[in-house]
């Protein structure tokens, strides 16, 4: 059980990485939009995460409830703007930055939040 709790960590930081790379990929450029990268990003972080809640209640590790729940609302918002938005050839700033800003506040929960 031990080695499917690392591989379903190994999974949420890909996931991690691609959303994060692909919103950072695009920062300086004058277009910008959601790229597969983001939206498969945040889908992973979502069902690896909540593979990874269970697999760790399931080893009687204990489980911040309040730390996932907040993690979980923030990857939801992230997803659902993503997808909603993943046909537009263009993105405003003002979401591309609120994206951004919400991927970086859950890192941030998950490195700070104890």
């Given at each position: 059980m031990e080695f499917v709790r690392q591989l379903l960590l190994f999974v949420h930081f890909?996931?991690?990485?691609?959303?994060?790379?692909g919103l950072l990929f695009q920062m300086k450029g004058p277009e910008r939009r959601i790229n597969?990268?983001?939206?498969?990003?945040?889908?992973?972080?979502?069902v690896?995460?909540?593979?990874?809640?269970?697999?760790l209640q399931g080893l009687d590790d204990p489980v911040?409830?309040?730390?996932?729940g907040v993690?979980?609302?923030v990857v939801l918002v992230i997803t659902a703007l993503a997808?909603?938005?993943r046909k537009k050839p263009t993105i405003p700033?003002?979401?591309f930055?609120?994206?951004t800003a919400l991927a970086m506040l859950n890192v941030g929960i998950a490195v700070f939040w104890r």
């Open positions: 890909i996931g991690l990485a691609s959303l994060l790379g597969s990268g983001i939206l498969h990003g945040a889908l992973t972080q979502v690896s995460g909540v593979l990874l809640v269970g697999v911040n409830n309040a730390k996932v993690k979980l609302v997808w909603l938005n700033s003002g979401l930055v609120g994206l």
